[in-house]
């Protein structure tokens, strides 16, 4: 057996976020992980193995249901921590712990600066009013081809940002890096439904938080994205 050694800080809570996730999709086993590693079992392969067939593995995961917006305690996406705090409002919670919160961070690391800043907060202000609650899910949480694998004959997922969000979030992250064609969102679709209003603003409302997320870590053009979508929602 190969495998694969990552160093990481947050190598505790990377495990348990994968091997919670591992109890509704395939994910790879944790083989060791201490304070400042996580070693895992090697997956040898890139890509989806079936669209069709990994689309409705995850909209069935889906449709579990939890008590709250958030989780047990607060996970990471990619290496950035990221809070959790009990919520019963959809829109609340994403508006303050993760669009606000992480548009927070950027400023103090000089990755935006005040202006933007600004208007990124009229925006969390207006949040609420477009993403209404539907009932809180499992979510991988950062769903791009870099985080979909295959061993040669199932897709694997691997690097959750593990919480309990709408499971519009998730399929809303594929899109910003076209992770999956046409059939995987037809076929999820098929279970979960996604009716033109997600396609038209809540897609942009929830990949707000994932652009923020690259602004922090890269910067540059991600920028222009954000500010695309302010614009979009009448904040210029």
Not at 75 to 103: C, D, L
Not at 118 to 137: C, D, M, Q, R
Not at 147 to 160: F, R
């Amino acid at each position: 057996m190969e495998y694969f050694y990552k160093k990481t800080i947050h190598g505790k809570i990377e495990a348990s976020m994968l091997e919670y996730l591992g109890g509704f999709m395939l994910c790879p086993k944790v083989m060791d992980v201490d304070s400042q590693s996580i070693t895992l079992e090697k997956v040898p392969y890139h890509g989806v193995y079936d669209e069709t067939e990994f689309a409705e593995a995850l909209a069935k995961m889906h449709q579990n249901r939890f008590g709250f917006y958030g989780y047990e305690y607060d996970t990471t996406i990619g290496p950035f921590v990221q809070p959790n705090p009990k919520e019963r409002s959809w829109g609340e919670f994403f508006a303050k712990h993760r669009v606000m919160y992480m548009a927070k961070k950027c400023l103090e690391e000089h990755r935006i600066d005040a202006r933007l800043y600004e208007k990124i907060a009229k925006f969390g202000e207006k949040i609420p009013n477009y993403l209404p609650s539907s009932y809180p899910t499992i979510l991988h949480g950062d769903l791009w081809g870099g985080n979909v694998m295959n061993d040669g004959t199932q897709t694997v997922l691997i690097d959750p940002a593990l919480y309990y969000g709408s499971y519009e979030y998730d399929i809303a992250f594929s899109t910003l890096f076209n992770t999956f064609s046409k059939r995987f969102y037809d076929a999820y679709g098929s279970i979960n439904p996604l009716d033109d209003d997600f396609w038209q603003v809540r897609v942009d409302v929830l990949n707000s938080y994932a652009l923020l997320v690259h602004i922090r870590a890269f910067g540059g053009g991600y920028v222009d994205q954000l500010e695309s979508t302010l614009k979009k929602f009448g904040i210029n």
